[in-house]
């Protein structure tokens, strides 16, 4: 029989290997509910300069590093960039755009579902406590002719953005098939929505967003 330390480990492992994992893979799953596991993955993480990251809006974790590691593998000049893994200005500009036409509608509708009554009716003694619903369920899909349509001259036209799309797709914060431009497993995990989230909703990019978002709410079919 293994023991904590050894699924720790094992889980470690297998984090490093695959970079993210689903929270409905076994041993993930354990760990959210078990806090020895939990506590045993991070002290083995926290080991090599790294931690476990986990959101309850994705359906993914992966790791990240520790802070007292970034100086020590970035440098200042590292620390001091825009990004720690060499995305060019307008990859990240596209990467902003995308999570907040993801992201941002998603948290609202996970958390609409979330406190609202069931539709069948029925009385739960604990509404607002119920689960939140999966990030799958709910986040929105853009559609990649508008997004060229309304952002590909600030976006480095058709063959820049198709490039930069690619390299968010090998990155995991998107997944990009045909038309359509879903939500990746690193999305909601690798960028903080607290840092964010003030800043594109009171910031410029809430009245350039704003005609996008409206497109792509609950019910409209431009998706």
Do not use: C
């Not at 330390?5 to 354990?30: G, N, S």
């Amino acid at each position: 029989m293994k023991t904590p330390l050894d699924d720790a480990a094992l889980l470690a492992a297998e984090l490093l290997a695959r970079r993210w994992l689903p929270r409905q893979h076994p041993t993930v799953k354990r760990a959210l509910i078990d806090a020895d596991l939990w506590l045993a993955v991070q002290d083995r993480l926290a080991q090599v300069g790294l931690r476990l990251v986990d959101n309850l809006y994705a359906d993914h974790v992966t790791v990240a590093l520790l802070r007292p590691a970034e100086s020590a593998v970035f440098g200042e000049a590292g620390l001091d960039s825009h990004n720690n893994i060499d995305l060019p200005r307008d990859a990240v500009s596209l990467l902003i755009v995308l999570w907040s036409l993801i992201v941002l509608p998603k948290r609202e509708r996970q958390a609409a579902r979330a406190s609202s009554p069931e539709s069948d009716g029925q009385n739960e003694m604990f509404n607002t406590a119920r689960p939140l619903p999966s990030a799958a369920s709910v986040s929105p899909v853009v559609s990649y002719k508008s997004l060229l349509a309304d952002f590909g001259v600030q976006l480095g036209k058709k063959t820049r953005l198709d490039g930069n799309l690619k390299r968010l797709a090998n990155h995991g914060f998107i997944v990009h098939r045909g038309d359509e431009i879903a939500e990746g497993p690193l999305l909601d995990l690798l960028l903080d929505y607290d840092v964010l989230a003030p800043r594109i909703l009171e910031g410029t990019l809430h009245d350039v967003l704003g005609r996008t978002r409206d497109a792509a709410a609950p019910g409209s079919e431009d998706t």
